[in-house]
């Protein structure tokens, strides 16, 4: 595609629900990064995918967070028993290495009820 | 410690005057930078980065910035601001796996 797509664009959850958010990336681009940004910050790392292996997810702040990536193009940002601190926007980004350009998607803002 | 600083939280700035929103980096490690912008409810979008060759990096929507190695500095340069050019403005460097390390952001307000 053109671009980087994620859906939903906005999601609410009610305290302890699951969700999950998913990220189609450019065709192509073997690597795909998840952040999340909460308000009035910047966006801050969660985990990295090379193709379909999660080569990092030191970002990722507790084991309700998993992220996958099976077939090495779509991804998809599970949360689990959602809090109200995991209120933010969670963007998606796509890149070829270290010196290219990550692409970043429009974001998913998640609100905790 | 911080790869990059932004030190200032919001630039005002008439329209038509020239802009800079300003980012310094930490010595250690690659001097790769990138530049995004963020307009509401929108995702980041891409304006310019410096990897190597020459100081001064041009970039989209008319700006650009200079890498300056004894500042340890790329700040981020538009000679005329325009209205549209309010938006939130985030300095960046790759940090270990490829993965972003952002400044904290600079809220630019452009004044008609």
């Known amino acids: 595609g053109a671009g980087v797509s994620q859906s939903p664009r906005y999601k609410v959850a009610k305290r302890g629900q699951d969700v999950a958010l998913r990220c189609d990336p450019i065709s192509g681009h073997v690597s795909l990064f998840w952040y999340q940004q909460a308000l009035g910050q910047g966006p801050e790392f969660l985990t990295y995918?090379?193709?379909?292996?999660?080569?990092?997810k030191s970002g990722l702040p507790s084991d309700r967070f998993f992220a996958e990536r099976p077939e090495g193009s779509v991804s998809t940002l599970k949360i689990q028993r959602t809090q109200q601190e995991d209120s933010a926007v969670y963007l998606c980004a796509a890149s070829g290495s270290v010196t290219d350009t990550q692409y970043f998607g429009p974001g998913t803002r998640l609100t905790v009820l | 410690a911080q790869s990059v600083a932004q030190p200032e939280d919001q630039v005002n700035v008439a329209e038509g005057n020239p802009l800079t929103v300003k980012c310094t980096y930490s010595?250690?490690?690659?001097?790769?930078l990138f530049w995004y912008v963020q307009y509401p409810n929108r995702g980041l979008q891409f304006l310019l980065k410096?990897?190597?060759?020459?100081?001064l990096v041009k970039g989209s929507y008319g700006f650009e910035a200079e890498f300056n190695k004894s500042q340890t500095s790329f700040h981020l340069k538009k000679p005329s601001a325009l209205v549209s050019d309010s938006a939130l403005y985030f300095c960046a460097r790759p940090h270990g796996n490829n993965r972003l390390a952002f400044g904290k952001g600079n809220q630019v307000v452009v004044i008609p």
């Open positions: 995918f090379q193709n379909e292996a999660q080569l990092d």
């Open positions: 010595v250690s490690g690659n001097p790769y």
């Open positions: 410096y990897i190597t060759g020459d100081n």
